[in-house]
């Protein structure tokens, strides 16, 4: 296993979204109990197979490296959340839908990671006039989750999920939306399940298999598996 190759994605969005919750979720199919808040970087993995019951099938490490802070942090902690973003091949924004300032966010951690001094303009997210010029040339593969699914009454998905819907319009990504708090959301082909599979392809596929590199300028790859098998890292 310590031989596999891996690829590095981002999981970012506001404190209190479900990051952890979900990032537990997707490495160890298990509910996380007791969630805390998350000091610098926590870092878990997942054992992928790419492109599964095909003859192209192989088992890839998915490091999901779960980001805390918060977009409006002091630029002194912007610099040392910086060194998070070497060499990554993909990002996951988490945002809550019951908090709509967690979805506006989505945008400044974007640009903040792909190293991007262009500031967000337009009203973000409620009429979607958001520029999309400004992630016209990211490579960098994008899935786009919302969390707290449950704490919408039915009465209001409709008007909320619509509302949402435009981040992923944005970004150029896929969507969805769960409950962090209940497996079934990932269940093995739900279609939830099958777009985070697609996701995970995609970002190996980029990695690996095209000629060009999806990671981000300027920093080199960099490979973090040495002698054994990654569980859990965190920088404090």
């Given at each position: 296993?310590?031989?596999?190759?891996?690829?590095?994605?981002?999981?970012?969005?506001?404190?209190?979204?479900?990051?952890?919750?979900?990032?537990?979720?997707?490495?160890?199919?298990?509910?996380l109990g007791n969630p805390s808040w998350t000091v610098g970087c926590s870092v878990d993995v997942?054992?992928?197979?790419?492109?599964?019951?095909?003859?192209?099938?192989?088992?890839?490490?998915?490091?999901?490296?779960?980001?805390?802070?918060?977009?409006?942090?002091?630029?002194?902690?912007?610099?040392?959340?910086?060194?998070?973003?070497?060499?990554?091949?993909?990002?996951?924004?988490?945002?809550?839908?019951?908090?709509?300032?967690?979805?506006?966010?989505?945008?400044?951690?974007?640009?903040?990671?792909?190293?991007?001094?262009?500031?967000?303009?337009?009203?973000?997210?409620?009429?979607?006039?958001?520029?999309?010029?400004?992630?016209?040339?990211?490579?960098?593969?994008?899935?786009?989750?919302?969390?707290?699914?449950?704490?919408?009454?039915?009465?209001?998905?409709?008007?909320?999920?619509?509302?949402?819907?435009?981040?992923?319009?944005?970004?150029?990504?896929?969507?969805?939306?769960?409950?962090?708090?209940?497996?079934?959301?990932?269940a093995a082909g739900s279609s939830n399940a099958v777009k985070i599979s697609r996701f995970f392809?995609?970002?190996?596929?980029?990695?690996?298999?095209?000629?060009?590199?999806?990671?981000?300028?300027?920093?080199?790859?960099?490979?973090?598996?040495?002698?054994?098998?990654?569980?859990?890292?965190?920088?404090?």
């Amino acid at each position: 296993m310590a031989s596999l190759d891996r690829v590095k994605v981002l999981v970012l969005g506001d404190s209190g979204v479900g990051k952890s919750s979900l990032v537990h979720l997707l490495c160890q199919n298990q509910v996380l109990g007791n969630p805390s808040w998350t000091v610098g970087c926590s870092v878990d993995v997942r054992v992928h197979d790419y492109k599964e019951g095909t003859p192209e099938e192989r088992t890839y490490y998915i490091e999901l490296w779960d980001v805390g802070g918060s977009v409006g942090s002091a630029s002194s902690v912007k610099s040392t959340r910086a060194v998070f973003y070497n060499s990554v091949n993909g990002i996951i924004l988490v945002h809550d839908l019951t908090n709509k300032k967690s979805s506006q966010n989505l945008y400044r951690w974007s640009l903040e990671a792909l190293s991007r001094d262009l500031v967000p303009t337009g009203v973000l997210v409620t009429n979607g006039d958001y520029d999309q010029e400004q992630f016209a040339d990211n490579q960098i593969p994008l899935l786009v989750i919302g969390t707290k699914l449950d704490q919408i009454h039915e009465t209001k998905r409709h008007e909320v999920l619509t509302r949402t819907a435009f981040l992923a319009e944005d970004f150029n990504a896929e969507e969805i939306n769960l409950d962090c708090t209940n497996p079934r959301y990932l269940a093995a082909g739900s279609s939830n399940a099958v777009k985070i599979s697609r996701f995970f392809d995609k970002v190996i596929e980029k990695r690996y298999f095209l000629k060009e590199g999806n990671q981000i300028s300027g920093f080199p790859d960099r490979k973090r598996f040495v002698g054994g098998t990654l569980k859990s890292l965190h920088y404090d």
